[in-house]
């Protein structure tokens, strides 16, 4: 793949870099995506497993199917492309990774400063009490009941029709606000709010561009699109950048 000429330029001189992910920059580390042939919603009803609803009405199902998740993302591991964004961070003033998703890969991979729009799969808290339950396991045989309360416990996620943590949401947005530019890594960008922090980025100036495997709603939008799969086009973004700006901020 070809780095254009203008996204070199702007390799060479940004500051401020925001990337957006989502699913896609975790689908190499075997880790379903949600949309497309073989996604989570092709098979699933979201109705039915990600909202509050549905887990007050079947609060065991609804923990197992998080308790499934949890043994996929925990037997997977950091890819590439997640790699390429840990060493991306050490070239730029200030670099901020917002994802979409709650794999904890962005972490795993050594990431420093993340923005979690939709929670973390490893973090639980009791409804009653907000007792925390981070990193437990809620297998068949576990119990879904905080030990304090005796409340129901629940999974730090985001489900649909719920507010985004609002320090999360502070912290994408003005770091949107400020971006000279942002890299919106393997999300199909039809899920609100995040989708809009593209926009934010565009209204202060900064330049869009996007990594797919396919064209999506974006796509249009965007100052570049590169067409590959995360981890093949980040880490050829990574060595443009060391080519483009020599030594690391941190080494100098
Ligand atoms: N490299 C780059 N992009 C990829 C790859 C890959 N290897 N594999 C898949 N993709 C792209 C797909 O083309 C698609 O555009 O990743 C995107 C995944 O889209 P979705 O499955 O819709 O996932 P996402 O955009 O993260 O969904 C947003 O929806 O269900 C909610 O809360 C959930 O955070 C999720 C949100």
């Known amino acids: 793949m070809t780095i254009p000429e203008g996204l070199q330029r702007i390799l060479a ?6 990337v957006l992910t989502g699913a896609g920059i975790s689908a190499e580390s075997g880790i379903p995506t949600f949309r497309g042939e073989d996604g989570l919603w092709s098979k699933l009803k979201p109705e039915e497993l990600a909202s509050f609803d549905a887990f007050l009405s079947n609060p065991e199902l609804v923990s197992e199917w998080y308790q499934h998740r949890r043994h996929i993302t925990r037997e997977s591991k950091p890819n590439a492309a997640h790699t390429a964004l840990v060493e991306m961070e050490k070239y730029f003033r200030r670099f901020t990774v917002v994802t979409q ?4 890969l962005h972490r795993r991979a050594g990431s420093k400063n993340i923005a979690e729009l939709h929670g973390n799969i490893e ?8 007792k925390r339950y981070d990193g437990a396991d809620f297998d068949a045989n576990g119990s879904f009941r905080c030990s304090k309360c005796g409340g129901l416990i629940r999974p730090d996620i985001v489900w649909f029709g719920e507010m985004l943590p609002a320090d999360q949401w502070d912290v994408a947005e003005t770091a949107a606000a400020t971006a000279d530019v ?3 890594v393997g999300t199909s960008a039809v ?3 995040a989708a809009e922090l593209p926009v934010t980025v565009r209204r202060s100036g900064g330049k869009i561009v996007e990594v797919n495997i396919e064209e999506t709603p974006l796509t249009g939008f ?3 699109s590169l067409q590959g799969s ?11 950048i060391k080519e483009l700006r020599g030594v690391a901020k941190d080494t100098e």
């Open 222 to 224: 965007a100052d570049f």
């Open 101 to 104: 998703n709650v794999d904890n």
């Open 230 to 240: 995360a981890s093949n086009v980040l880490s050829e973004i990574i060595d443009k």
């Open 13 to 18: 001189t940004a500051n401020d870099v925001v």
């Open 123 to 130: 973090r639980n808290y009791c409804l009653g009490c907000r």
């Open 191 to 193: 899920v609100y709010p």
């Open 182 to 184: 942002m890299f919106v």
